[in-house]
């Protein structure tokens, strides 16, 4: 299973996310080209599904989906921890109401 564009990358320890916008970005990007993997790290695709690294010697590492899906909720907390990282004020405030919404919040900060 391949993961549906766009996607975020979470590396762990970290409340940065990185926006991958398509596969063509997550191929060529040195961002993720470069990307060494912590086993926690987690690239969360545009429906909730969780991928991990796989271990290996190709760049960027292949991704592996276990069945995790993020709960909105926790994408939440996730997108108001990445904008407050980014110096947004009132970010507590924020309840989005799909993940597109939180795609497009985190999206627009990288910009």
């Known amino acids: 299973m391949t993961p549906r564009w766009p996607a975020l990358l979470q590396q762990h320890g970290l409340d940065e996310l990185l926006p991958i ?3 063509a970005h997550w191929r060529a990007d040195a961002d993720f080209v470069y990307w060494r993997p912590h086993a926690n790290d987690r690239v969360i695709d545009a429906d909730g599904r969780v991928f ?24 939440s907390d ?6 407050s990282a980014a110096g947004q004020c009132c970010v507590s405030k924020i309840e989005l109401r799909d993940l597109a919404e939180g795609f497009a919040l985190v999206g627009q900060s990288a910009d």
């Open 21 to 23: 916008r398509d596969e």
């Open 78 to 83: 996730l997108v108001r921890r990445h904008l």
């Open 52 to 75: 991990r690294a796989l271990p290996g010697s190709s760049a960027p590492p292949p991704l592996e989906h276990g069945g995790e899906v993020i709960a909105l909720a926790a994408f």
